[in-house]
């Protein structure tokens, strides 16, 4: 089923996918490939993530995996066309002519003719309003079917929207946890109907042992990581755990047959502490 903008996603699906803002849909959860190696390892990870219901994959040229997930997407059987494949404009590549040509090299990587999802990946790399301009033309010509940005602030979004109105960021794809809750961007994403993806959604691994974590995940006979996964799908945030396991791929993937009260909700939205586990560049200066 597809899922309006600005709704909790309660009883959600491995299936379910949400409306974005260009008219396209993204599914809830998805599985992200960053470190998986480009030797196979990336492959073997979708393959799996594929056929255990996972549709959508999180990818990036600064990952040098792309044709890892290319490959996984062909050996799949899977229609292309089912498959949400997103990837990120390095922050190496800003400007008019070097987006246009990166996001042709990654087709050409990924064996792709378009990309679901194509992001700026930081706004670290500067020239963002021009950067955000050969996006807009990817997409018209059909190169992208959505386009949108990573790790973006309110101080980068918002002189984004007054360049250009007609052309708002589908998703901003940032990190995000019950310890890492972003209010003041997750507001102002939401009422420009920006969906947020949240990545690196089990804090890396470091607040698995959090007591409290473990005691209320106990209490649904779940996992620490799997409360972690299902408080951001409920959120209303699609979701992309990586992991190259195939235990924990399928582990990650069962958080859609519990609800978190909305008790525990409070308490887990409660517990921000600004813990960023991973890149610091949604502080970045405005460099347009």
């Not at 498959?83 to 990166?102: C, M, N, P, R, S």
């Not at 706004?123 to 997409?139: D, H, Q, R, V, Y």
């Not at 502490?273 to 502080?283: A, G, H, L, P, R």
Request: hydrophobic residues 40%.
């Amino acid at each position: 089923q597809s899922i309006g903008r600005g709704k909790l996603l309660i009883m959600a699906s491995l299936t379910s996918t949400i409306a974005l803002n260009d008219g396209n849909s993204i599914p809830v959860f998805g599985l992200g490939v960053y470190l998986a190696e480009n030797d196979g390892e990336a492959r073997q990870a979708i393959l799996w993530a594929l056929q255990h219901g996972y549709r959508l994959i999180d990818t990036a040229t600064f990952y040098r995996n792309e044709e890892d997930v290319g490959k996984a997407i062909r050996d799949s059987g899977i229609p292309r066309e089912k498959i949400f494949v997103t990837t990120k404009l390095a922050t190496f590549d800003h400007g008019k002519e070097k987006t246009i040509q990166a996001c042709h090299e990654s087709l050409r990587k990924l064996g792709l003719d378009y990309v679901d999802l194509y992001l700026i990946h930081s706004p670290s790399g500067g020239k963002i309003l021009e950067t955000w301009g050969a996006m807009i033309e990817l997409k018209k010509l059909g190169y992208a079917r959505s386009i949108g940005v990573s790790n973006f602030n309110v101080q980068h979004l918002k002189p984004l929207k007054e360049a250009y109105p007609d052309y708002i960021p589908a998703v901003n794809q940032i990190e995000l946890s019950p310890y890492l809750t972003f209010d003041e961007v997750v507001a102002y994403c939401q009422k420009e109907q920006i969906v947020l993806e949240a990545y690196s959604p089990l804090t890396k691994g470091r607040k698995v042992r959090d007591p409290l974590l473990v005691s209320m995940a106990t209490k649904y006979k779940k996992t620490a990581g799997q409360l972690l996964i299902r408080w951001s799908i409920q959120r209303g945030f699609v979701c992309i755990p990586k992991s190259v396991r195939k235990d924990k791929i399928i582990e990650n993937s069962n958080v859609f047959d519990f609800e978190i009260s909305v008790e525990d909700m409070t308490t887990l939205n409660g517990l921000n502490e600004n813990f960023i586990t991973d890149w610091e560049v949604i502080f970045s200066p405005w460099s347009p």
